[in-house]
């Protein structure tokens, strides 16, 4: 197992910041991609940002812009800072790793809520 230990949700007001961490186990040598997903009540989980070891990045159309996803290599950490949240933004959001010959790996889930 490669536990994720996620952090830093929590209610904020419309137009508030964010921001996320999830950081897997020190000693993981062969993390990949890192990402967030999301997953409101009743809905289908949905990916929100992925990055690559090597820092490309890739968003959901309804975040790009407001939402940036980082890493740091050397803590195996992955970040999500989330700006002008939306009410629409509420979920659970859930880190993932994707470690070589291991598969995928995820955090706990951590709730945001974005009041109006």
């Known amino acids: 197992q490669v536990p994720l230990v996620e952090s830093g949700g929590g209610l904020v007001q419309a137009g508030g910041s964010l921001r996320l961490s999830c950081a897997a186990s020190?000693?993981?040598?062969?993390?990949?991609?890192m990402g967030w997903y999301r997953q409101a009540p009743g809905k289908q989980r949905d990916l929100v940002a992925a990055i690559t070891t090597g820092g490309s990045t890739h968003y959901a159309d309804s975040v790009k812009g407001r939402f940036t996803i980082s890493r740091d290599n050397a803590k195996n950490t992955v970040y999500l800072q989330m700006n002008s949240l939306k009410p629409e933004d509420t979920a659970v959001y859930y880190c993932?790793?994707?470690?070589?010959?291991?598969?995928?790996?995820w955090g706990q889930g951590t709730q945001v809520t974005v009041s109006s």
């Open positions: 993932y790793v994707d470690v070589t010959r291991s598969g995928r790996y």
């Open positions: 020190e000693g993981i040598f062969s993390i990949n991609a």
